[in-house]
Each structure stands twice: as C-alpha cells, then as structure tokens.
C-alpha cells in the first residue's frame, strides 16, 4: 500500500471503525435473535417480493394481482435475496438491509467529507444519524426508505459520473418513485443558479445538463413501460392516490398536527436540536457570502423537509431521507470554532457525551425488538399445515369500524382493503387469505365454503360462526380461533 492509501485510510480510520462495529452488533443481532416480519410494511415487502420471484414478474404482486402502488426493486430485491441465501428469510432479508444502512452511512460520510475536508465533522455526522430511532429502526427490518436513501446518497456524491449516476437514480426512482428524481432537479437548480452569476461557464454548465437529462430520461423508461402496459389504471393507482392522495389527505388513518415532521425530528435529535439551529445559520452565511457550489450543498435537503411540511399524510418515518442533512447540520456547528482548538475540543467531547447519554444508553440497542412471535403468526403459520384453499380471515371490529369511518370520508384506496389487521398472516399462511370487512359478505363465504377449507376470527366474533353449522373449532390461538369445515373432520 502506498503512502497516500495509508494517510487516508488513517484519516478515514474513525469513520471505517464505527461502521464496522455498527454492522457487527446489529448484524449479530438479527442473526441470533430472529423474529416474525411485522405489521405493515416488512410482511407486504416480504410476500411481494416472493411472488415477483416465483412468478418471475418485475411487477409487483400481492396474492397474484398486480400491485401498481409502488416501483418494483425493493420488494424484488428482497425476494432474490430470501430465494437464494440459505438462511430464513428473517434473518437474510434484514441482515441485507442493515448492509445496505451501512453503504448508505458510507455514502453519506463521503458526500459531506467532500464538502468540509473534514473526517472528525463527517464521522459524527453518520454517527447521530446512525443512532436516531428511526434510522437505528429503518436499519434492521425490510422497507423501501432505506433503498431511497442510498439513491439519494449515491447521486449526489457520483452525478458527475454517468453510469455511476444512473445507477443511484435509477435506485432512487425504482425504490420510491417520483421521490428519487429530488437529487437531480436540486443539482439542475444548483448549477443553474451558479450560471446565472457567472460561477459555473456554458461549457460546464451544457455538460452536467445533458448529462442530468440523459440519465433522468433513461430512467423513466419505467414509466413509459409500465403506461404501456397498464395505461390508465397505473395512473389511478400509482400516482393519483399512491402520490397525490397522499400529499393532499391524511389517507388510511395517517393523521398528525402540522407541526408533526418537526416534532418528529426534535424527538430524535432531542437536546442536540438546538444545533441545528447554529448549523443552518452558519451555512446561511456561507451561502450568502461563498456563492461556491459545496456551500449550496450543505442545504440541499432542507427543501424536501420544508415541503414535508406541506403533505397531508403524517408518518414518522417518512422523515428517514433527510435525518442525515439536519446531523450534519448540528455537527457543521463545530467549524464555526475549529480554529480555537480548545473551545473545538471542548464540543467534540460534548458531543460524544450527548451521543452516549441521549442516543446509546437509553435506545436499548441490544434490547429493543420490532417484532414479535404472535398469536396471529402461530395460527397462520398452523393453518398452513392443516388447512386447503384461500384462509377466510374475518377482520376485527375495530380494524371494520376504522375502515367504515375512513371509507366515509373518503381516505381509503384501492389497495386498503388488501392488507387486513395483519398481512403477515398472508405471508406465513402461504395460500390465498381473503380478508372480510363486511358481516353479510363474511356470511356469503361461510355459505360457500370448500373441503378442508378454514376461517380465522377473533373470540369476540365467535357468534358469527355460530350461523354456520359446517364448521368445527380446531384450535385456539387465543384471541384467534381457527375453525374448519366439518366434511373434513
């Protein structure tokens, strides 16, 4: 290894060590201690996923039927990922998302390193992101946020790079849709504005123009594949009520204050917030007094927070993408001193004892779980072995009067009633489940039953079954009861 290798390995050196201590315990984490996919996202990501590889679909599927919600990399990656790695899908699916949490981490260290020339301010930047709750959450269980950030990451730091570019884009945008195109409409903005004060000549400025296009327009060769085939039902589906609805109503139950996306974010900085404050001023200055492009940088996701703001739709983390801008802004607040040694030290230390006190010692790392074996797993993952046919799954009272409320004002979609109470029972029953929402047609169904065939309530449901005298009770997985058709018994 030459000289220079071995000075950026050493500067790097902090940075390469929390990463690999942050994979080693997280990672030994989930393999020692795996749990069932949970309720929502990580049980729909799981089933898609392994649809799309035994159908061998680059569309999204959920019980057979196309699901145009959302773009197909995550899930499907997730799939081939289950497919080949000879472990549980639990353990392989999340150990590969907490890589992937990594890479990002790396990304982002390389993107603000390039900024400052400073590994000390980029290290404690992946290092508050890396332990807020909502990264330390993202980073062990299956979801699509995390393949957005790295998109986002990855672009910013290689856009100048076609091929390199293209391929974070094309992460960004097959992950999470319109939401990956954020990075390259920010850059046109940056380098438009340094044109239009003569910081960036026309030479420079047509290039990463041309270059931005091009690979914007070779990624969108999705969209126009995917009109092609669905026409106006991908419309419908993907971006007036998966886009659209979501900005403009609270849709399926997502309510919060408007204040939400700030609070969210106070809570996982906690003390430190207050330097978010000093950052963002700091970086103000700067970008008033340097027109260089590195100093619009620092900022480049405040936009997207800002416009967060605006959305109708309230999930916390939904605010994952942009955790590493307002890090970096509170650790960004130690420049301002780097030229007192003592007063720069002094906040570094502050620092750490913050990280430790605020983030480590009371998130439980170790301890805190997402997921746990339930009673509804059990009597999926039962049924399976002892029932035929669609598992005729009559959704709980609270679950129908939610859903008869949102219905009433309009906050539903096509897809809601898709998932019932829990979707995971679709993934470890591995058959059709039909969820019921209605009385009359739960009793439609009990009326056409098959062979063998089984129905999963809730014990404060148990009348309902009473109606139908083809039907025995096999167990009790208690609140659930699992019956099944007396032909069989």
Same mark, same amino acid.
């Given at each position: ?14 940075? /390469?060590?929390?990463?690999?201590? %942050? ?91 390039? !900024? &400052? ?7 404690? &930047? ?23 950030? =790295? ?41 438009? %504005? ?17 270059? /931005? ?6 990624? &969108? ?36 204050? #408007? ?11 906690? !003390?430190?917030?207050?330097? !978010? ?7 103000? $200055?700067?970008? #008033?007094?340097?027109?260089? #492009? ?22 916390? $983390? ?17 420049? /301002? ?5 003592? !007063? ?17 010692? #009371?998130?439980?790392?170790? &301890? ?80 056409? =039953? ?40």
């Amino acid at each position: 290894m030459n000289i220079v290798k071995l000075i950026s390995m050493r500067k790097h050196s902090l940075c /390469i060590l929390f990463l690999a201590i %942050f994979t080693f315990v997280l990672g030994a984490k989930l393999i020692t201690h795996p749990t069932p996919f949970f309720d929502w996202d990580e049980s729909i990501y799981a089933q898609v996923g392994r649809e799309m590889v035994q159908q061998k679909s680059f569309v999204p599927l959920w019980q057979g039927q196309v699901w145009l919600d959302k773009p197909p990399l995550a899930p499907l990656t997730y799939g081939i990922v289950e497919s080949i790695i000879p472990v549980s899908p639990e353990v392989s699916t999340r150990v590969f998302t907490l890589l992937l949490s990594v890479i990002a981490l790396g990304l982002i260290y390389c993107f603000y390193y390039k !900024i &400052t020339r400073n590994a000390v301010i980029s290290t404690f &930047t992946i290092i508050l992101t890396a332990f807020t709750t909502v990264f330390l959450q993202r980073s062990q269980v299956l979801n699509v946020d995390v393949f957005l950030l =790295l998109g986002w990451s990855g672009y910013v730091l290689f856009y100048e790079h076609f091929f390199l570019g293209l391929l974070f884009l094309g992460i960004g945008v097959l992950s999470k849709s319109l939401l990956g195109y954020y990075p390259p409409f920010m850059i046109v903005g940056v380098y438009t %504005f340094l044109r239009m004060i003569g910081k960036v000549d026309n030479t420079k400025y047509h290039s990463i123009l041309k270059k /931005i296009i091009l690979q914007m327009g070779i990624v &969108t060769l999705w969209y126009v594949g995917m009109f092609a085939a669905y026409g106006k039902e991908f419309w419908k589906y993907h971006f007036v009520e998966s886009h659209l609805k979501r900005v403009t109503a609270s849709i399926e139950s997502h309510f919060g204050k #408007k204040t939400f996306y700030i609070d969210t974010l106070l809570d996982q900085f906690q !003390i430190l917030s207050v330097f !978010i404050v000093t950052g963002t001023l700091y970086a103000l $200055w700067l970008f #008033k007094h340097k027109f260089e #492009k590195k100093y619009f940088l620092i900022l480049l996701f405040v936009p997207w927070f800002i416009f967060l703001n605006l959305t109708k739709t309230k999930i916390a $983390w939904y605010i994952y993408p942009v955790i590493p801008q307002f890090a970096f802004l509170i650790t960004f607040s130690l420049v /301002i001193f780097r030229k007192n040694t003592f !007063i720069y030290a002094g906040g570094i230390l502050l620092l750490l004892i913050c990280i430790y006190t605020q983030f480590i010692a #009371k998130s439980n790392i170790l &301890t805190t779980y997402y997921s746990s074996l339930e009673p509804y797993h059990t009597a999926a993952i039962y049924a399976k072995n002892t029932c035929s046919g669609p598992l005729i799954v009559y959704v709980d009272d609270d679950t129908r009067k939610t859903h008869d409320v949102l219905a009433g004002m309009n906050l539903l979609i096509s897809t809601s009633e898709w998932w019932g109470s829990h979707p995971s029972i679709v993934y470890y029953y591995g058959k059709k489940v039909d969820f019921i929402y209605s009385r009359d047609m739960f009793h439609t169904n009990l009326q056409h =039953l098959q062979a063998n065939q089984c129905v999963l309530v809730e014990k404060r449901n148990m009348n309902e079954i009473a109606k139908s005298l083809n039907l025995y009770k096999i167990k009790q997985f208690d609140p659930y009861y699992l019956y099944k058709t007396v032909s069989t018994l």
